[in-house]
């Protein structure tokens, strides 16, 4: 079946330097679908960002990530993290079968110091 | 910000006692998702629904938890004994039926089991 690996558990970065989260994956599937979710405390995961074409780079609210299918990853970066950036972050995936389930990754935790 | 309404958002039985919980998906979304997020926030995929039918479910779906989305009514989750290790946080999400639509989650209902 797929699988998504996070590699951190937990990431901790001072406010203002840069941050990366990690996320690899494996499918069978040929097309596939990507997400990062963000859930802060007390809230419902939501989505940030979204992808389904090899390397290109898509940009929500400050944070980035392309995919690469040749290294099987969808790294989620953002070059000045801000103490609000502080939540839990999933790495998600989906065939493009029509209503799918999301396979997510374990999460990481990004917590961001003053 | 996500539509999706689950009701209640605690949930507090005893062992071998009903619980259910109730969603109500966005407007215009037929696809529906219930995850199980645990104490570690890992997510595992229970069962969807496309109207009124199953698309996909686990085996522990199949076997102590029961799951409909009537017409003109809230979906509903329900297991029918439950046990300590079910405590954890139901999602519900909906989606639009389309290639890589993103899913929609709802706040949760937190279920404690004594």
């Known amino acids: 079946g797929d699988s998504v690996t996070q590699t951190e558990g937990l990431v901790t970065v001072t406010e203002g330097l840069p941050v990366k989260l990690n996320c690899t994956y494996q499918?069978?599937?040929?097309?596939?679908?990507f997400f990062w979710y963000v859930q802060y405390l007390n809230e419902a995961p939501q989505v940030l960002l979204k992808?389904?074409?090899?390397?290109k780079r898509t940009e929500h609210q400050g944070f980035h990530a392309t995919l690469h299918k040749s290294s099987s990853s969808f790294h989620l970066q953002k070059s000045s993290a801000q103490l609000s950036d502080s939540a839990l972050y999933y790495c998600?995936?989906?065939?493009?079968?029509?209503?799918?389930?999301?396979?997510f990754g374990t999460g990481t935790s990004l917590l961001v110091d003053p | 910000n996500s539509k999706v309404i689950q009701t209640p958002r605690y949930l507090v039985k005893g062992q071998g006692q009903k619980a259910k919980m109730r969603c109500i998906p966005e407007?215009?979304?037929?696809?529906v998702f219930w995850y199980q997020q645990n104490k570690n926030n890992e997510f595992k995929f229970l069962i969807n629904?496309?109207?009124?039918?199953?698309?996909?479910q686990i085996d522990m779906t199949e076997k102590r938890f029961s799951a409909e989305c009537p017409s003109n009514s809230p979906c509903s989750l329900e297991i029918q004994s439950s046990e300590a290790g079910d405590s954890a946080l139901y999602l519900c999400?909906?989606?639009?039926?389309?290639?890589?639509?993103?899913?929609?989650f709802g706040p949760g209902t937190r279920l404690t089991v004594l």
């Open positions: 629904f496309q109207n009124q039918e199953v698309l996909q």
């Open positions: 407007k215009g979304h037929p696809v």
């Open positions: 992808s389904s074409t090899d390397n």
């Open positions: 998600a995936l989906t065939p493009s079968n029509m209503g799918y389930k999301l396979t």
């Open positions: 499918t069978t599937y040929l097309t596939i679908a």
């Open positions: 999400a909906s989606s639009p039926r389309d290639r890589y639509a993103e899913q929609f």
